[in-house]
Each structure stands twice: as structure tokens, then as C-alpha cells.
């Protein structure tokens, strides 16, 4: 992988010691003049390799969109939504909780009638 | 600029007049409980790359009336401090309680206990304001928590330069725990000019009283360090000959520094200070000092201009140089030449201190001691290692309590429920990941770090890149594996 040095080191090298040579004896404003004229920074190569993903906590969120208002109202009754920003929700326990005996098989969802069975034999 | 006059009736600049009317309101200030309590410790915002991210102020700002202070120009940027400048404490006893496991805890107090408190992670007292200003000095609100910090040998470094560490009730306590050596003390000291100090850092001892301190508390054989920030280029220089001797003999043994960096964003009391520095440092005006950074600041480090490594090479390779002859260790603050840390601390705290060992109790889950360790490892074998985000920040640690990053400025308009559930690796996690961001440790220091690849986790993995003045030094003798 090259780095920075590979494509600015000589270059940087040069006007560092040419800096060095010309500063000799110099008053501040000179040497601030000097700087300016000598001492500018180059540019970063561009990446051109592959980017991460950089939405932080992106891996822990998910946007919900219900079918209607009461079915959001009914979410709102169970969970706690708060409306900072957006209307959003944190306190999921109760949520995690049912996915978990879902996926146990404690509950089974009938999606033919939209209902939920009970199935108290099965150990979580 | 600001239409204010230049020169006051007896000739000294009106900024400097203007400050001292500041420090001079100051003096003799109570705090007032009334107006509640100050929020304090915290977690520090540069904890990418800092060694200790625990960091306390006991006043919500300052009594010293420095023109360079980048506290007072983010204070008088935030909008919560409109209106409302008087000065609040941090509930000492309450704080004291909460050290102690004695009261029942939030959850942010509860966090801080695990991951701090209970293990003696050291306590860093100065991030934002000065522990020994004249608010300390009529009010004494830390000088309870320094007496509990000594009875229970906690780990404490003070940053400071304020006159009231010599008052006889604090002296008697440094005397008491000078066998114990659980303190450190910091000096921020940027001229070895008495007379240039007076008009810089407004109100605070001279420079001569501040080395005599020093000498004071390092022949105690407490661990002193230099705080040579922030280093103004035109003035700094002027005496770094002379400073740097003196602080040797003054007994410190870690030296620490960070150049001066200037913001893009820009509050008229901040212009008229910055007009007058520009002149010392060798600059005609604001617009000068303006252009100065803009042309010599890298783009990739976004508002807060930061001088680019060139203009800074020549006084770095100075206090290197000086540090190795001297056996001090030398910290580096600055994303520029962060690498060249004698320790993985950037405050010059020591890797080993056999004397009271908490003292080494800083984290090295941060990129100062992985860059350091990195350049070591070059000029030790040739070879330029690759870093990972779980290798620099490890795993479990007060980086994954949500309480912890609540109030960080990350989590500024997003909706309540990421903020409550955003952890401060989510935050950095996301800097280290987006090559946009100016904390991106590519960006930051400046290619210094450059990308390679990513790892299992989807993350950047980040690789040593050698710079022109290690070749530059090395052949001149440098020893560049300290």
C-alpha cells in the first residue's frame, strides 16, 4: 500500500531543507512570510480502496413504518416513544422478549390467520 | 476587527487591559449554590487519541484571563453559557460519595465508578479551567477533594499555572503525600519572558514563580512535566532555549506539547485577542494570523486549523533532542509527530513509575500509544505495522456504557433513541471508518496513518507510513526508537 512519503517525500524533504537554509537570520515577519511561501501543505492521496460503512450505530437501528396511525398509536401504548428529532424507540425488552420465544418455538405465528399459538411444552 | 482602541490611557494593548478586568472581577467571587452545580468529571472528547479520558474541572470556568484560551473560545461559543456567566462548583461532597460507593448511583455515576473510580484510573484536574484560579482560592471547593484524593492515594495529575497551589493549606498537603507521590503536576508555561507572559496569559504568576513552584513540588519528588501548550510559533520560540533549561532544572522530567491551532469559526471577543497575538507572533493583524493558518492548515483536518508538520519540524526536533540528552519524556499532543511520544501518554505521564505505580494507570486503548508503539517498532525492524480498531481500543471497557456518551457532541441531532442506545466506540467507530471526517486518523494526522484494507469486522485497518524527516534524522544521528 503506498503511503503518503511515496508520493511526497522527496518533495517534502526539499523545501523543509531549503526552509532550513533561507530562515538563517531571519526576523518573525520574515519567517511567517518564509512559511507561507515554503511550508504549504500537500493533499492526501485519494482512496481509491474500499470505504467502511460509517453511520454510527447504524448496525443497531432499524426504521419502522406501520400501515396506519392506530397501528403506531398501538405500538406507542406498549413501548415508549419519544419524539426528540423523530418519533423513535429505545425500551425494546418487552420486544426482544417476544422475538426470543418466538424463536424458541414457545410461540408459534399462524400467518394464514394472523395469530399467535401458545406452545408451553417447548423449553426456551 | 473590533472598533476598540489599540493602546489603553498607559500604553498596554485594551485587550490586555480587558482581560485583566477579568481576572480582576474574579477575585473574591463565591459561588453562589443557588445557581446548581457543575457537571464534572467527564469523559474528554479527544479520547481517539488520549491516555486520560477521565478529566475534571471543580468550576464551570476559568478566573485567569489567558488571550490564547481555547476553553474561553468554546465557552463563549456555546449557547448555554449565554446570559448566564456565573460561576457554578461541582458538588464536591456529593462527587466524593459517589467515589466512595456511598450513595445510590445514576447510571452515568455508575459507569464512571466501574470503569474508573473503583480501579484508581488516574484523574486528570484541568481540562477546561485552571484548578488553583482565583475561584479556588477564596472558594477552596477542590481542596476537599485534594484531601480525599491523598488519604485514599488516588492517582491524580493537576494541569494548572494558577498561584493558589502555594497556599499554605495545599502546601501542607503536598508536603503530607510527598512520600506517597499519587499527584503530578503539570506547568503550562508558553514564554520564559516575564514580560511577554504578562500581556499573554493575563493575571497568571510569571513565568519565574511558576519555575520556582515547580522546583518546589519536584524536590517533594513528585512527577513534574512542562505543559508547553500551546505553542505559539513567533513567541514560544523566542525563549524554548531558555524554558526548556529551566524547567530541567526545576527538576520536571516530561515535557508535553501541542502547537496553537485557531478555529475557522470566530466570536468578536476571540478576534480582538487574536489581533493582538498575531502581533507577537509575528503576524500585522486577525487577517494575517487568518491567512497564516489557512494557507499552512491541511484541508482534511476541516475548521480547526492545525499548522501542517513542516512548520512545525524545527521545534519538534528541538525538544526531541532535548528530551533524549536530558532522559525526560517527551509528549506530543499535536496529531504531528504524535509518533515521536517517549511514553503512550501525550501528557508526558511515565510508562513506569516504581515510586506509586497507579501513576501508570492511564489507558493505552487510544492511538497516541499505538502510533508510538508503531514508530518504535520501524525503527526498531524496518517493518510498518498495520493497526485495527479492536487492537487500538480492545473491547469491553467504558467506551460501551451508552451512559457515557450521551452528552457527547456526536449525538446532537439524532432522535432520542439512537442517543440513548450510541456507545463512544459507536461514535469513534464511525471517525475511524469515514475518511470525510477530520478525526479520521488519516486526516488527523495527516497521512501519517493511511488506510490498508479493511478487517473482519467491516473496519478500516490503518498502516505506518514513514515521513521524509525519519530518513532526515536518522541519517543525522538521531536515535528515533526512544
Not at chain 1, 517534502?12 to 519567517?31: G, I, W
Request: proline share 4%.
Amino acid at each position: 500500500m503506498a503511503g503518503i512519503s511515496d508520493f511526497l517525500g522527496k518533495k517534502n524533504e526539499d523545501r523543509v531543507a531549503r526552509f532550513q537554509r533561507l530562515s538563517k537570520d531571519k526576523t518573525a515577519e520574515e519567517l511567517r512570510d518564509l512559511e507561507k511561501s515554503l511550508l504549504r501543505p500537500d493533499k492526501i492521496p485519494t482512496h481509491t480502496g474500499k470505504e467502511a460503512r460509517t453511520m454510527a450505530c447504524a448496525d443497531k437501528v432499524i426504521k419502522l413504518a406501520f400501515n396506519n396511525v392506530e397501528e403506531k398509536a398501538l405500538f406507542a401504548k406498549y413501548f415508549t416513544v419519544t419524539n426528540y428529532i423523530e418519533d423513535s424507540c429505545y425500551k425494546l425488552d418487552m420486544l426482544v422478549d417476544f422475538l426470543k420465544a418466538l424463536d424458541s418455538g414457545r410461540i408459534r405465528y399462524v400467518e394464514s390467520k394472523r395469530k399467535f399459538k401458545l406452545r408451553p411444552s417447548v423449553n426456551s | 476587527m473590533s472598533n476598540q482602541s489599540e493602546s489603553s490611557s498607559c500604553g498596554r494593548p485594551s485587550i490586555v487591559d480587558e482581560a485583566m478586568r477579568w481576572v480582576r472581577e474574579n477575585e473574591g467571587t463565591k459561588i453562589d449554590p443557588c445557581k446548581g452545580s457543575y457537571p464534572s468529571p467527564r469523559i474528554s472528547s479527544e479520547l481517539m487519541d488520549c491516555s486520560m479520558p477521565l478529566t475534571f474541572d471543580q468550576y464551570s470556568f476559568c478566573g485567569l484571563g489567558c488571550l490564547y484560551c481555547f476553553a474561553y473560545f468554546f465557552k463563549s461559543q456555546n449557547p448555554s453559557m449565554k446570559g448566564k456567566m456565573g460561576v457554578k462548583a461541582v458538588d464536591i461532597d456529593a462527587l466524593i460519595k459517589t467515589m466512595e460507593s456511598k450513595i445510590k448511583q445514576g447510571r452515568t455515576a455508575s459507569a464512571m465508578q466501574k470503569h474508573f473510580y473503583n480501579k484508581k484510573f488516574l484523574f486528570h484536574w484541568g481540562g477546561l479551567a485552571d484548578p488553583f484560579c482565583s475561584f479556588e482560592k477564596e472558594n477552596k471547593e477542590g481542596l476537599k477533594l485534594i484531601k480525599w484524593l491523598g488519604e485514599n492515594n488516588y492517582p491524580t495529575l493537576f494541569s494548572f499555572k494558577g498561584g493558589t497551589v502555594l497556599a499554605k493549606p495545599y502546601m501542607e498537603l503536598w508536603q503530607k503525600y510527598s512520600k506517597q507521590r499519587n499527584f503530578a503536576f503539570q506547568f503550562s508555561i508558553v514564554t520564559a519572558d516575564d514580560a511577554t507572559a504578562a500581556n499573554v496569559e493575563v493575571g497568571v504568576p510569571s513565568p519565574t514563580s511558576r519555575f520556582k513552584v515547580m522546583k518546589t513540588l519536584s524536590d517533594m519528588g513528585y512527577w513534574t512535566i512542562l505543559r508547553l501548550r500551546p505553542f505559539l510559533i513567533g513567541i514560544t520560540d523566542r525563549t524554548l532555549d531558555e524554558i526548556l533549561e529551566k524547567s530541567f532544572e526545576a527538576g520536571a522530567r516530561g515535557i508535553s506539547t501541542e502547537f496553537f491551532a485557531m478555529d475557522c469559526r470566530m466570536t468578536d471577543g476571540m478576534k480582538t485577542r487574536y489581533n493582538y497575538l498575531a502581533k507577537e507572533m509575528g503576524l500585522k493583524d486577525f487577517d494575517g494570523l487568518e491567512d497564516y493558518f489557512r494557507k499552512l492548515s491541511p484541508t482534511e483536518r476541516g475548521g480547526y486549523r492545525r499548522l501542517n508538520r513542516d512548520v512545525k519540524e524545527r521545534h519538534i526536533k528541538k525538544l526531541y533532542q532535548f528530551a533524549v540528552k536530558h532522559n525526560m519524556v517527551l509528549g506530543i499532543s499535536d496529531p504531528d509527530f504524535k509518533e515521536l511520544n517517549m511514553s503512550g501518554s501525550c501528557c508526558a505521564m511515565p510508562d513506569k513509575f516504581p515510586d506509586n505505580p497507579l501513576l501508570e494507570n492511564w489507558s493505552r486503548n487510544q492511538l497516541t500509544y499505538h502510533l508510538t508503539q508503531m514508530r518504535k517498532h520501524y525503527h526498531k525492524t524496518g517493518e510498518c505495522r498495520t493497526l485495527t480498531f479492536t487492537q487500538c481500543y480492545g473491547i469491553n471497557t467504558f467506551m460501551d456504557e451508552t451512559s457515557l456518551a450521551n452528552d457527547h457532541v456526536a449525538v446532537i441531532g439524532v432522535s432520542n433513541a439512537v442517543r440513548q442506545r450510541s456507545t463512544l466506540r459507536d461514535i469513534i467507530r464511525q471517525r475511524w471508518n469515514n475518511l470525510d471526517s477530520a478525526a479520521n486518523p488519516r486526516n488527523y494526522f495527516h497521512g501519517k496513518l493511511m488506510p490498508a484494507g479493511m478487517d473482519n469486522e467491516g473496519n478500516m485497518i490503518f498502516k505506518y507510513t514513514p515521513s521524509s524527516y525519519e530518513d532526515r534524522w536518522t541519517a543525522e544521528g538521531i536515535d528515533l526508537t526512544k
